[in-house]
């Protein structure tokens, strides 16, 4: 069973950024896509980013699209999220999640790992 650990998460006021960091244990993890979601509260999860195995193929839900950047480091077990310009609409828990295959998808249902969430927070 993979483990994911995410990480910075934090406090910061609007227009600015953030990267979080995923690291998953094993070693098999360039072979399956990654992706982040969030959960605000009172909402249900949203997909927000996601690449393939190789990172050729990146995904955006329409609210983060030219503001945030996922990539991953395959040689580091580690996916990436750039979040720039931040509004407070993206106040959330940001959780990473490992695919059940290597192709890239939006689909919650095609992810099989996750992680325990970061808490983001952005102040207007």
């Known amino acids: 069973q993979v483990q994911l650990v995410e990480s910075g998460g934090g406090l910061v006021q609007a227009g600015g950024s953030l990267r979080l960091s995923c690291a998953a244990s094993g070693r098999t993890f360039s072979s399956y896509a990654m992706g982040w979601f969030r959960q605000a509260p009172g909402k249900e999860r949203e997909f927000v980013a996601s690449?393939?195995?190789?990172?050729?193929?990146?995904y955006y839900a329409d609210s983060v699209k030219g503001r945030f950047t996922i990539s991953r480091a395959n040689a580091k077990n580690t996916v990436y999220l750039q979040m720039n310009s931040l509004n407070p609409e993206d106040t959330a828990v940001y959780y990473c999640?490992?695919?059940?295959?290597?192709?890239?998808?939006?689909?919650?249902?095609?992810?099989?790992?996750w992680g325990q969430g970061t808490q983001v927070t952005v102040s207007s």
């Open positions: 999640a490992r695919g059940r295959t290597g192709r890239g998808t939006k689909a919650s249902a095609d992810f099989e790992s």
């Open positions: 690449l393939n195995w190789s990172g050729a193929s990146t």
